[in-house]
């Protein structure tokens, strides 16, 4: 398997010199436009180091990695488009600012991307949300998709798609092939992510170019069980079982 040099960069306050910083590996990059990494933060460095330690127990994982969807889910909607509003505040005076524009929905992928669905209830109150269960076909090897179950009205809506991993990216491709089938265009998909491969973000951004992948880090590769590396293991076995 192909792996990328990981980059390495300071990380901590502007205010310090970068000799007084701890370095850390930080996102590969990817010259993909519709791929939109986070700013690779003290922050969000730290919340991915604890996920990522074997040794973190389930309750810190499960918190650690809310704190990541979160940061996910607020700038997945800085991708949504707004309108121009003016509204009058308590004194008398009136604000000029935008609100967002149309609806939306989530859909998670079964089951790892359930986790992320309260991230999504927390910043859209009331938002309704699809599930997909997509898995190998025993005989084919091949992703199956098993059950869908979509809001009725979503080719009307943007589609938040949850997945914490992008691997290979079988699985989310399919999945939006069957958004697209129920009449949802690929520039209105913005895909969340917490790790990726640059294969599977290579895979999303020349199969689906007008959709949006955010994702909090593309990690180095792959390896020979399409696990992310250095990853963190199993994402929905830490989340919910382990
Ligand atoms: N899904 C996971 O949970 N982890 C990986 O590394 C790849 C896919």
């Known amino acids: 398997m192909a792996h990328t040099k990981a980059p390495s960069q300071c990380v901590g306050p502007e205010y310090r010199p970068d000799g007084q910083k701890p370095t850390a590996t ?24 604890t996920i990522r330690d074997q040794k973190t127990n389930r309750a810190d994982f499960i918190f650690y990695s809310n704190r990541i969807i979160r940061l996910l889910v607020e700038e997945g909607l800085n991708h949504l488009p707004v309108v ?12 000029s600012g ?27 109150r009331s938002v309704r949300i699809g599930k997909i269960l997509i898995q190998r076909d025993e005989e ?9 179950k979509l809001p009725e009205d979503i080719a009307d809506r943007w589609v938040l798609l949850l997945d914490p991993m992008l691997a290979t990216g079988g699985s989310a491709l399919m999945a939006v092939d069957v958004l697209r089938s129920h009449g949802v265009p690929e520039e209105r998909i913005l895909f969340l992510n917490l ?17 949006r992948v955010v994702t909090a880090f593309v990690d180095q590769g792959l390896d020979g069980k399409n696990y992310i590396v250095p990853g963190l293991g199993d994402f929905g076995d830490r989340y919910y079982t382990m």
């Open 140 to 148: 084919t090897s091949k992703p199956r998709l098993f059950y869908a």
């Open 26 to 49: 930080v996102s590969t990059e990817v010259s993909h436009e519709n791929v939109h990494i986070l700013p690779q933060t003290s922050q969000l460095i730290a919340l991915l180091t």
């Open 195 to 211: 790790i990726a491969s640059p294969e599977g973000a290579n895979n999303f951004a020349q199969k689906f170019p007008k959709l």
């Open 98 to 124: 935008v609100n967002f524009q149309g609806k939306i929905c989530g859909v998670s992928i079964m089951r790892a991307g359930e986790a992320m669905e309260q991230g999504l209830r927390e910043c859209c």
């Open 84 to 95: 121009q509003q003016t509204v009058t505040t308590p004194v008398g005076r009136s604000y």
